[in-house]
C-alpha cells in the first residue's frame, strides 16, 4: 500500500483507466471501516482510503483532539484489506489557510437531528468530503450507514453538485451484543460498555412495533426515550423518520429508518435501524 502525505503525491497514483473506489476514514479504524474497503475491493480496480480527522467538523469542546489517533495500526490493516493507496494529509496540506469557502447543506437536511445538537457539523463534513471528492476524483465513494444523516446529506450533494461519484453505503457492523462499532465505543468505561448495547435494543423494540402495525410514532419515540434515560442515559433524540429525506413520517409512510443519539457518561453515540 502506498501512503500520500500530499495531495500532488496521490494525485500522481490515481490510476488513468479502471474504477476509482474513495473510503474517506477519521482512522482508528474497526470492523466497520474494513467492511467499507472489502466492499470497494469488490467493485473497483483501485481503492483509495484517507485518514484525516477534520477539525471542521468538530464542535468546540468536542472529542476532536483527543480523537484516536492509531495510524501504524490502521495501516496494518489496510495494508491486510487490500487498500491500494492511503491518503493521510496534514492540516496544512488540506487547509493550507482557512477554510473560507464552504459547502453549507441546507438547514432540512442539516440543521435536524444531529445537525440539531452539532451545528455546524455537517458543513464540515460536506465541505472535507467534497475536498476529498476533488482531490481523488473517484468513480465511486463509500460511507457508514450508521452515520445515516451524514450518507444522506453526502448523497444529495454529490446529485445536487452533479458530480460524477456513485455515492453507497455500508451496512453497520455491531459487535455480537448489538452495539454498532464506532471509534468513539473506545471511550466508554468498562461499565458503560456493558450499558451500551441498550441502545441498540431499544431501537429494536420500536421497528419490531412499527413492523407490528403500530403507527403511534411519537409514542413509541417517547417510550424509547424513557427507557434510556431509566438506565443512566442522556438521550439527544430518538426519532422516526422517512427513509430517503429523514423528514417526519405521516401514519401512512412506509421506508422509516429509527435514529438516536444519546449520551452515556461524556460519550455520545449514535446508532440507527431501517424498518
Ligand atoms: O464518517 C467519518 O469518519 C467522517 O465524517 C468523514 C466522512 C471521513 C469526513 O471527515
Known amino acids: 500500500m502506498r501512503i500520500h502525505e500530499t495531495i500532488d503525491s496521490l494525485r500522481a497514483a490515481r490510476s488513468g483507466d479502471g474504477r476509482v473506489a474513495l473510503v474517506p476514514t477519521m482512522g482508528n479504524l474497526h470492523d466497520g471501516h474494513i467492511a467499507l474497503m472489502t466492499q470497494a475491493r469488490g467493485s473497483a480496480d483501485q481503492v483509495i482510503a484517507t485518514i484525516f480527522v477534520n477539525r471542521l467538523q468538530f464542535r468546540p469542546g ?4 483527543k480523537y484516536p489517533r492509531t495510524f501504524a495500526a490502521d495501516c496494518e490493516r489496510l495494508e ?4 491500494d493507496d492511503l491518503f493521510a494529509p496534514r492540516e496544512a496540506e488540506m487547509y493550507p489557510q482557512p477554510q473560507a469557502y464552504q459547502i453549507e447543506p441546507p438547514p432540512e437536511q442539516a440543521g435536524i437531528l444531529d445537525g440539531e445538537f452539532r451545528p455546524g457539523h455537517f458543513r464540515g463534513v460536506a465541505t472535507v468530503v467534497m475536498k476529498l471528492f476533488q482531490i481523488a476524483q473517484p468513480d465511486v465513494a463509500l460511507f457508514g450507514k450508521k452515520d445515516y444523516q451524514q450518507l444522506m446529506v453526502i448523497r444529495n450533494m454529490a446529485r445536487e453538485f452533479n458530480l460524477p ?10 459487535a455480537a451484543d448489538g452495539l454498532a462499532l464506532s471509534s468513539r465505543n473506545g471511550y466508554l468505561s468498562a461499565a458503560e460498555r456493558a450499558e ?24 413509541l419515540e417517547q417510550g424509547a426515550v424513557r427507557e434510556l434515560q431509566a438506565s443512566g442515559w442522556m438521550t439527544d433524540y430518538v426519532a422516526l423518520r422517512k427513509k430517503l429525506d429523514l423528514q417526519l413520517p405521516s401514519a401512512h409512510d412506509s421506508g422509516l429508518v429509527v435514529l438516536a443519539a444519546a449520551r452515556l457518561g461524556s460519550t455520545r453515540l449514535i446508532d440507527n435501524l431501517e424498518v
Do not use: C, M, N, Y
Request: aromatic fraction near 8%.
Open 62 to 65: 468536542e472529542d476532536f483532539e
Open 80 to 83: 491486510a484489506a487490500g487498500v
Open 165 to 174: 461519484i456513485e455515492i453507497v453505503g455500508g451496512e453497520t457492523v455491531r
Open 196 to 219: 451500551a448495547p441498550h441502545l441498540f435494543k431499544v431501537l429494536t423494540k420500536v421497528i419490531e412495533a412499527v413492523r407490528a402495525g403500530s403507527r403511534d410514532f411519537a409514542a
